[in-house]
């Protein structure tokens, strides 16, 4: 309990930017009941971000009085949908779906709404031309990616102090909206510089693993490398991994600069082989209650949910490492 209650806090106390919403009457209304048979539908469960991510749903399930479904769908966008499926079979009076690309899920959010199943969608977004917030599901729940990529650029841009920046960017899993708007973010501050050119973007699929082995790979085509920017922890960690073998000093010689705030990500901060990550908070369970109980209660919910971030650098990483996951 102490858990939720301090995860409701500080995320809430830094969300609720509202934007236009759309009348809620489109939508499916969410009867008010004593206990609620909740599905959360996760991606996959391959890094520290998802399993906190997951474990913020558990630990707000009691307090909340959620009966929770929860899946799995370990990295495949299909398997996803099928587990949607599942769930609105199992009679789910509410849906909370991390859709882990924009458009392969727009299936189950339809699908939900066929079934009249409120939907919101968490930290992940789908395609905006296709499916719509206000329209065909509640609310997107999360962070402004596109912000995050620029926010890491200006730091960049400010802390950089070689004469010109080669950039090695690894991106995230293709198609999904994170990928998208943090690579956009990010590369329209450093077009807008002329001694930052960005040499190489691949995607890493937002794992260590991979990132790892696309670094080796862009190291042996681009050497010169002086700064990584990954879109995620994981992939910086693996990036450095990758760095170290091939006998670079991260920190030093190369400047490795990400997004989400992992405990790993921390301690390369406080290790001085990482710069900067801007923060992406995975602890939704408590926000996700809070909006929910809010719809059952006739609120017109704003169409995105917008929660704001901090920034992890030298300056501050040792008084967060301690609530990092
Ligand atoms: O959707 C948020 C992103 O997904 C996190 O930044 C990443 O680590 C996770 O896999």
């Known amino acids: 309990m102490r858990g939720y209650f301090t995860h409701l806090a500080s995320m809430t106390l830094a969300v609720m930017v509202a934007t236009p919403s759309a009348m809620a009457s489109d939508l499916p209304p969410l009867e008010k009941k004593d206990r609620y048979r909740v599905g959360f539908s996760q991606m996959e469960s391959n890094n520290p971000w998802r399993i906190a991510e997951t474990k913020s749903f558990q630990d707000t399930a009691e307090g909340c009085n959620w009966d929770l479904i929860s899946t799995d769908a370990a990295g495949s966008a299909a398997k996803q949908v099928a587990d949607v499926d599942s769930m609105i ?81 690894l991106e995230g899993t293709t198609g999904s909206s994170p990928a998208n708007d943090r690579k956009k973010g990010f590369d329209d501050v450093m077009a807008e510089h002329d001694h930052m050119e960005i040499v190489a973007s691949q995607s890493g699929d937002f794992a260590r693993d991979l990132g790892r082995q696309v670094m080796e790979t862009l190291l042996q085509a681009h050497p010169d490398v002086n700064i990584v920017y990954a879109h995620n922890d994981e992939m910086a960690i693996g990036a450095i991994q990758a760095l170290e073998l091939a006998g ?49 209660n006739g609120e017109e919910i704003e169409t995105w949910v917008k929660v704001e971030d901090r920034i992890f650098t ?12």
Request: aromatic share 8%.
């Open 89 to 169: 079979a199992q009679g789910i009076d509410v849906l909370f779906l991390p859709p882990r690309e924009e458009k392969p899920l727009i299936p189950a959010v339809m699908k939900a709404k066929a079934a009249g199943i409120p939907t919101f969608l968490v930290d992940r977004s789908v395609d905006p031309n296709v499916a719509q917030a206000g329209r065909d599901y509640v609310a997107f729940l999360g962070s402004d990616f596109v912000d995050q990529g620029r926010r890491v650029a200006e730091w960049t841009l400010e802390n950089f102090d070689g004469e010109k920046g080669i950039i090695v960017e």
């Open 248 to 296: 670079r000093k991260p920190g030093e010689d190369v400047l490795v600069v990400s997004i989400d705030g992992t405990r790993d990500a921390l301690q390369a901060i406080i290790d001085g082989k990482m710069g900067v990550t801007v923060e992406s908070s995975p602890f939704f369970g408590p926000l996700a209650c809070d909006v929910m109980n809010r719809y059952a």
């Open 314 to 325: 030298a300056e501050n990483a040792a008084d967060h490492i301690d609530e990092a996951y």
